[in-house]
């Protein structure tokens, strides 16, 4: 099917989660894990296939560090970001409860995942061939069978959606609120006509992106400046916040 369609279908629901309010799709976030946590239990015969050594996991740190080295370390960094921006939710966090706590067993478990399935993909492929797989982890669960289901990677990857539905809808708050703070109206009533507005012009952008920007020859393009991006946030935030944490217990 046309992948615009796609666009259009997802940035609908989005915009149906985020029109509820900055409350309830952060509540939404139990929904998405519910649906998407057990799929790592799936990979398990990938960590134990014939070709499978031990050896294929060393050396954990390269000896020798080259330009894909670099690379390969502003990946994992990449990887790691996206909890920098849980600043963005503080106003609708309640501060008599323990969120550091929670953030902090929610991000180990998100790390712990990323370590198994990069671990399972090692296996799986080898180190040679691992490095010739674009989406190594979507490849591996094409071999996953059922007696049920014979291509059980479309559900996997249909329940996906609920974890893209969650973040896009928080971005979509998020963006809104800058819209409202650059319009000087952060003071006013929040409307649904703005966030419907702002749902729209991004609906738009993204076709547009993927009609002329989002091409084969553009895609490595696109993915590094998000790697870059993400490294540079989860960066740049948590110094900010560690510095200015600092500053605030001299004074």
């Not at 952008?205 to 590094?224: K, P, R, S, V, Y």
């Amino acid at each position: 099917m046309n992948a615009n369609w796609l666009v259009v279908f997802i940035m609908v629901i989005c915009c149906y989660v985020a029109s509820l309010g900055m409350s309830n799709s952060i509540r939404f976030v139990v929904i998405a894990f519910l649906c998407t946590i057990w799929m790592i239990v799936l990979f398990y015969p990938f960590f134990f296939p014939e070709i499978a050594s031990l050896h294929d996991l060393y050396p954990l740190v390269p000896t020798e560090w080259s330009k894909e080295s670099w690379r390969g370390l502003l990946l994992i960094w990449s990887s790691f970001s996206g909890p920098e921006y849980i600043v963005c939710l503080v106003p609708w966090l309640k501060s008599k409860e323990n969120l550091v706590r929670y953030f902090t067993y929610a991000n180990t478990l998100s790390v712990l995942e990323y370590v198994l399935l990069f671990m399972g993909s090692l296996f799986f492929f080898g180190s040679e061939y691992l490095s010739k797989s674009k989406f190594p982890v979507a490849t591996m669960a094409k071999y996953l069978q059922t007696p049920v289901f014979e291509r059980i990677d479309i559900i996997m990857i249909s329940l996906q959606v609920f974890n893209l539905v969650f973040a896009v809808s928080i971005f979509l708050l998020c963006i809104y609120g800058a819209y409202r703070i650059i319009r000087k109206k952060s003071q006013n009533q929040p409307t649904r006509k703005g966030l419907q507005f702002t749902c729209l012009v991004l609906i738009v952008g993204l076709i547009a992106t993927n009609n002329w920007i989002w091409q084969e020859d553009h895609q490595n393009l696109l993915l590094n400046l998000q790697i870059w991006c993400g490294s540079f946030t989860y960066l740049l935030v948590p110094s900010l916040l560690f510095i200015s944490s600092k500053r605030k217990g001299r004074m």
